[in-house]
């Protein structure tokens, strides 16, 4: 099944996809064909699918992940400067007279045999906490929101790259013949309903030809733009409209020989299998009542943030390659011990639960989860600092998230910071190392995936990268 | 599979060995792509001092060898290096990820064996006229295009197709030169009087800006985080209107890159150089603003250097250029053209960043003109009615000593008054209610009698956070307030204090313990001088200690007196006559209310014991309420007038234009390409490698642009016609419309882009180039593909037969609209937001676009609002570019999600309907209906095979809508636009349905 095919005369990929499933394969062809035997051989793939639960707006590991119990004794007092070293700030906080650390409010425990630490906003993610492993040192270049979730999604800050999702279905394809390969779905925070926006770019294709960017399914109106027959059409009448449609469209084939004409009755094809497939995959009436139990109240709701785990784990089941989940609110300048608690009331059961489910069906050996935001936030505090409530800057110096399943060792933490969760002392990881890491699970060296654009061979890992061996299985 | 064909692919070009290897053609892309990341121009990343981009270093001795000896295979190094299977010898490395193929490497060796001639890189080199080459069948060129590609067919043993039939000619090239399917009408006419009148069309403008914009990067938000709306369409006018008026491409080129800097610039060459502000601009709070001022300049090179240069210049921005003689020097050498904007590094968030311009229409500006005349008229009337004013002043003055006359004063958009005088002892406050519920687009003035306590700070009034628990997601200081600080008053407008804020205060201070009166004025404009701060009806100087402000301070705070940002900050004294006006207050009523005795009490002062202040005040009395009607009317025609003419004003749209600091910015080199590394300093100039400017060329953006299209520079006029020729024929001569550089393909028919070149440099006549471009014989091919053709030559380089190319995401919807005659055709104006699916803004940000209803529905694709962070999906499907930045090679795919889009998009369906409807009206029989809507789309009669399936589709339709009244009525009135409701709804709707289908044809979607 050719779906998401490849036609575009101005591509100069050097691969065919392959068939539904070819994953790794395709890949090597992709490798030998124009470098003979010597174009390297394919690792071996862990992961056949991602979920990536991106946290928009820049989850506080100080409240979530990253315990520093020495700051409550510093309540308070100035950040020294031997921790702050003059790096930049935005200009929210450039101009503060004092920078005034800000201790967590929140209790912190450690979880599982691995004992790692989690805070007591995340009582369901501690539950699996055996399965995750924590990275701590993760660190960006950029300051502010744009730039750098742009970076998280495309390996440059800039407009204008390719989303990692687009990466992964233009080197694996897809891995079923009825959806996207790519599926981006959104939610929004109720810990802060005015929080950043999002942009269509950050599930686009950049220079990539357009069918490789994501899809976003959406939970009001047509899940997928355009799905629905227009009223007082109804499948019948699309069907028999369809094959008339191609009987004309082959006859012009046998007209002008064009195979671009076949081509164009096939996404036909492809796009009236996805007005059945998508609203099959959609519907989750069927699902047992255990299954909402499992991903909380929330998950009956269509656009929220459990709905779309539940979402993803259903797309997980069907083959879609890269399922992005973005959820907003975590952008706390202010008032962030109340904004917080409602970002987690909305996050931790689905999240934790996802892990749970694609683990009871056998599905998390061969699929990566991710949970993460773009940068972290300052242990010092923007605007006024009370016992009970405070704000964090942003801080790309250092932060957590957290990564499952294929591939990736479960009960681990790696990296470390120093006691003000300001800077990293052990085993930084950077945004390329993530992606090369991500890529590395699914079976694809970040080196070798490339497409040449206005004569650069380009990378998602740009010229940087390193696969982060300590968490791989 | 695959392998097989690369195999008879090297068998078929080893077969040909005898043919002459071409360094350009053959060889250099090799060594570009294989081999200049180590031995090329990049100094810093140079190998063993080797270069294979200079024929120099290519041919001389490196340690003990030479790297290539011409002619001998067994002395040359680089075969040696290519063919050894010593691991650490072996080149390229295993590990740089690049290889050779078994053809690339025997390649090279028949170029060594042939003697390793070089040449430099070919668009580097001025193009040189060439004669047309001989051909065999000279019956066939009906120009000079026309030599150059069946010189190479017969060369590669291929012929050219014969030529389209005349409805598919004219149906391809209304496409292509107005972006429209022809109307039915347009018959039997002589190809070339067709394509004078579809060049003389204002439709050719709109056709041509399309591309125009992509590759400007043209788009109605400013690209960042929350993507404000800007207002940039007087430039997409401008460029309308240029290829209409068939402005040289030279004049083109110069108006947009310097048009400020011409001798007394016009208004249009100023709009025209707005193409280098249609970069993305960041507003998001917190940024650091010089990251982001370097990243708009290094934007401008990028997109310059692509669309007239074809040269991959942000590759220098870091390191020299890895493949081309482009040097990180050459960069910021042409980085320093374009640094010279007195902008800043954060853009506003909703609206045009300085520098801006009033870009009026020619209408607009007619009608300024018309008000400043009145206005000078009213005026001139005023001042002769002077002296018979004030004799009746003076007359009507003494009769108030005997009847006063009721309190007068300004109450015209007085929105609330207090009027009590109230004491503050630092804890007490008014709460006024919701009162004076200002954001940051409003206009309003405050006006107060104060009479503060010595050495006390505090609010005089405010709508502002006053508690942290009062909003979930504000902090205190969030809002509005006027501020007494050390006796200075102050207005401070909040979002957010350290950075997203504007604040001013008085250079003078109020005296403690006196009553003052104080007026503060703020114009709507956003900005500290759009402030205005009287004390006792005196203007004051204003001291701005910030001027940031990006967002709405609006709160839903009540108005308080005497209070604002916390209970540390209340007044301390006395208040009165507190005064809430929803506009901004004229100078002259800032007086007018400092006077604080009653009309009635002025006029028993002699005239010349009165204060300015007073003298105002009864002026204005008399001459609004108590003057002869004829005084009054003069007066109040002249107010009317003025405030007339400050809201036509309002009404001019603005446009972000280039303009030049009287004192050039310093440039230099940026280390690592990074905003805050600065290394060497630089002074603009060109790269190199290229021509040198002329030595009396100003060295600026206008002398930059005029030396873009000298006679010398080799690269302009090569990637004009290349693009040109693109538009037309799918794929440029060189593919890499982009790239023209050693990385880039080099041309399919080098000799023709070259002649192209020098014909279009003869007087960069646009609409000339494009005649002897679809007069050709090449363009006038029907597109059918031969299976030899497809076999030799699938992508169709060599042009055996005419391209079939899929429309462009505005020609798919142009073309519905057009057919289905619902298209409203006005050239320019503001952009416009027709159907799309609810909520797509909301999912992203939290705010839908308002769409639009009516005409505005139906204009054409390349008006349609772009917005950057959330662009109209249907264009997005269709393989829009995003705009985000440069883009002169759009790319066609075919998914899943066009078909959706064609089949069940409110735009397409009503189109159909439409069309169904405009075919019931012109044709009578079922036959005739479906024949005509077919021709609509088409421009061409269904074949009998066709008209059977289309016939039995709308039978079949027929009797289904027949039985299901209630599904045919929703079908046809699908849309807003209005049905005629006469029409039988059951034929009208499978019609309708049938319509839809032939919309989704693949003919429909192709221009063939």
Known sequence: MNSFIDHSLQVTRRHFFGRAGVGAAALASMMNEAAGAAGGTPLPAKAKRVIYLFQSGAPSQLDLFDHKPGLAARFGADLPNSIRQGQRLTGMTAGQDRFPTAPSRFKFAQHGKSGAWLSELMPHTARVADELCFIKSMHTEAINHDPAITFFQTGAQLAGRPSIGSWLSYGLGSENHDLPAFVALLSNGTGNPMDQPLYDRLWGSGFLPTKHQGVKFRSQGDPVLFLSNPPGLDAGARRRMLDDLAKLNQMEFAEVNDPEINTRIAQYELAYRMQTSVPDLTDVSNEPASTFDLYGPDSRTPGTFAANCLLARRMAERGVRFIQLFHRGWDQHTKLPKQIEGQCRDTDQPSAALVADLKQRGLLDDTLVVWGGEFGRTVYCQGRLTPDDYGRDHHPR???????????????????????????????????????????????????????????HYRLTDVFGKVVKPVLT | MNRLVLLFISIASLLRAQDRIEFNRDIRPILSDTCFLCHGPDKARRKADLRLDVESSAKAKHEDHFTIVPGKLDQSELIRRITTDDADDRMPPLDSGRQLTKQQIDLLKRWVAQGASWQAHWSFIAPQRPALPPVKDSAWPRNAVDHFILAKLEHEGLSPSPEADAAALQRRVTLDLTGLPPAPSETSEPYTALVDRLLASPRFGERMAIRWLDAARYADTSGYQSDGERWMWRWRDWVIDAYNANMPFDQFTIEQIGGDLLPSATLPQKIATAFNRNHRGNAEGGIVPEEFAVEYVVDRVDTTCTVWMGLTMGCARCHDHKYDPLTQNDFYSLFAFFNNVPEKGKAIKVGNSVPWIPAPTTAQQRELAQLNDRITKAEAHLTKLEPVIAAAQLAWEKTLVEEATPPWTVTRSLQKRFDKTEDFDGRR?????????????????????????????????????????????????????????????????????????????????????????????????????????????????????????????????????????????????????????????????????????????????????????????????????????????????????????AVFIESIPTLMVMEEMPVPREAHILKRGVYDQPGERVFPGVPASLPPMPADAKVNRLGFAQWLVSEKNPLTARVAVNQLWQMLFGTGLVKTSEDFGSQGEPPSHPELLDWLATEFMRDWDVKRLMKLLVTSATYRQSSRITPAALGRDPENRLLSHAPRVRLSAEMVRDQALAAAGLLVENIGGPSVKPYQPSGLGKELSGTDLELDH???????????????????????????????????????????????????????????????????????????????????????????????????????????????????????????????????????????????????????????
Not at chain 2, 952 to 975: E, M, N
């Open chain 2, 429 to 645: 406050f008014v709460d006024g209610g919701d009162v004076g519920d200002f954001g940051y687009f409003d206009k309003f003035s405050f006006t107060a009698w104060i009479k503060p306590h010595a050495g006390k700070d505090g609010a005089i009034l405010s709508r502002m956070v006053e508690d942290q628990s009062d909003s979930a997601f504000a902090s205190i200081d969030e809002g509005y307030r006027v501020f007494l600080k050390d006796g200075r008053v102050q207005l401070h407008l909040t979002k957010r204090w350290l950075d997203d804020a504007l604040r001013v205060e008085t250079e003078e201070q109020v005296p403690p313990d006196q009553w003052r009166h104080i007026t503060v004025v703020y114009d709507g404009s956003r900005v500290a001088a759009g402030v205005k701060i009287f004390i006792n009806g005196q203007p004051q100087k204003l001291r701005v200690h910030l001027d940031q402000l990006n967002q709405t301070f609006a709160t839903k705070q009540p108005f308080r007196i005497g209070a604002g940002g916390g209970a540390a900050n209340r007044f301390q004294g006395q208040m009165r006559d507190v005064r809430v006006y929803t506009r901004a207050l004229a100078d002259e009523e800032s007086t007018i209310l400092a006077a604080a005795e009653s009309v009635t009490d002025i006029a028993k002062l002699p005239v010349s014991k009165r204060t300015d202040l007073q003298a105002t005040k009864i002026r204005a009395c008399f001459l609004t309420e108590h003057a002869e009607p004829a005084q009054r009317a003069a007066q109040s025609e002249l107010n009317t007038l003025r405030e007339q003419r």
């Open chain 2, 854 to 1008: 009516g005409d505005k529905l139906f204009r054409r694709g390349l008006y349609t609002f772009w917005k950057r962070t959330s662009p109209h999906p249907t264009m997005t499907a269709f393989d829009a570019p995003g705009r985000e930045m440069c883009c002169v090679r759009p790319s066609r795919t075919d998914t899943p999600l066009q078909a959706l889009a064609l089949m069940n998009d409110i735009t397409f369906v009503e189109a159909a309907r439409a069309l169904a409807q405009r075919v019931m009206h012109e044709m009578q029989t079922r036959e005739d209906r479906v024949c005509h809507a077919f021709r609509l789309a088409l421009n061409r009669a269904p074949k009998a095979q066709e008209l059977k399936v289309l016939l039995a589709d709308y039978d079949l339709q027929l009797t289904r809508f027949r039985s299901d009244p209630a599904s045919a009525r929703s079908l046809i009135t699908t849309g807003e636009s209005l049905r005629d409701n006469l029409l039988d709804p059951a034929e009208h709707a499978a019609l309708a349905a049938l319509c839809g289908l032939i919309l989704n044809l693949d003919e429909a979607v192709t221009k063939q």
């Open chain 1, 398 to 456: 250092c932060f957590t998230i957290w990564m499952a399943g294929g591939g990736i060792k479960g009960g681990i933490t790696h990296g470390e910071t120093d006691d003000f969760s300001y800077n990293i002392t052990r085993d930084p990881v950077d945004v390329h190392d993530l992606h090369a890491t991500i890529l590395h699970c699914l079976g694809i060296d970040h080196t070798k995936l490339t497409f040449k654009f206005q004569g650069r």
